[in-house]
Each structure stands twice: as C-alpha cells, then as structure tokens.
C-alpha cells in the first residue's frame, strides 16, 4: 500500500514564480525524519549524476548545523529511475553522500538507503525507526 493518498496532486509542480530575489528563491526538501526532538534525519533526492544546488546544500547544511544534539544527519540520496510516469521507489534509492558533524563524506561504497537508515537507528537507539 502506498502512503501517497493523491498521486495527481504530489505531481503538481510549486512554482516560485513572484517569491524571488534575483538567485535567491525558495527551497524544498525531500525527506525529513524526526524522532522524539532528539534525532533529525534529512534527505535531498536526486537522480544519479544530479548535484544538489548550493543554495539548497548551504540550507541543509545550516539546519543541521543549528539542531541541538549530535544526533543530525542529511543524507544526498540518488536514483537511476529514467521514466518520469513512475513514482520512484525510496526504499531503492542508494545513499551518495552524507552530511554529518559538520562535513560531507562520500559513501565509501555503494549504500542502499534502508541499509543506511537501519545504521543510523541502530548506532543512535532510534526504537521509532523499523524498516
């Protein structure tokens, strides 16, 4: 069962036209896990080759930089899914990078996303966080 309740709206596009300043416009961010005001995990997604714009690394960056525990991670998720029809499935996404205590470290090997997730719940005792 798929947790989209409306696919035709999750498809429309924000258009942030009248809302910027020049360069400056508004972001989005794809994924956002919080548990217990204790662990805030972030995602940004992006098809494989894609980089994240620097004013959307530079938010990221920032609001994990300003969350009051240790416990702060963002996460630069890729996929290889080429036909823009289909949903992309998350849970098949593999992890490129990670963004933690205030530097970007590539993964050293490819990471599916749920192994990732599963290390960060085990090493932080998120009991929240079953895949």
Known sequence: MSLIRNSKQIKQ?????????????????????EFDNEVLILMEVKRKGNKIPIGQRLVLERIANSWHTSKVVVLYVTHNFKNDNKDIPLKECQVDSVYINKVWKPAKQEISLIKCLKGFSELWNIKKLKL
């Open 13 to 33: 596009t924000i258009d942030f036209t009248g809302v910027e300043n020049g360069k400056i416009h508004p972001t989005d961010i794809d994924v956002v896990f």
